[in-house]
């Protein structure tokens, strides 16, 4: 099976030797989204619910440039230092809720305070 690369200025770029996201038939598969404004390079706030806003702005945008949205998403793991980030996520997905893996961890790049990576398929 092939896979095809998935790419916008809309999220920020990848910073290491990977893809924003990649489609694989009627999936996408997008990598972890670190709180990155596109248009600053800068995070998007100093607290974990700005942040994690951003991780989930940035999966969206990818999404769009593959012709899909946040409805597709049908799985999720989300790597974290504060669980406030659940105030945030019913904002982006309504019930039912995508599956969803959460790992609290130590540190994350860049001194992130949320990661966020999403699987979305084609209905």
Do not use: C, W
């Amino acid at each position: 099976m092939s896979h095809v690369k998935n790419q916008t200025e809309h999220a920020p770029a990848a910073i290491g030797p990977y893809s924003q996201a990649v489609q694989a038939g009627g999936t996408v598969y997008v990598s972890g989204q670190l709180p990155i404004n596109p248009a600053t390079g800068e995070f998007a706030g100093e607290d974990i619910r700005a942040q994690a806003r951003q991780s989930l702005e940035n999966i969206k945008a990818i999404l769009a440039a593959a012709g899909m949205g946040m409805p597709n998403v049908v799985k999720t793991t989300v790597l974290l230092q504060d669980m406030a980030m659940n105030e945030v996520y019913p904002e982006y997905f309504p019930e039912p809720y995508p599956a969803r893996a959460a790992f609290q961890v130590a540190k994350l790049p860049k001194g992130a305070l949320v990661e966020i990576e999403a699987v979305a398929v084609q209905p």
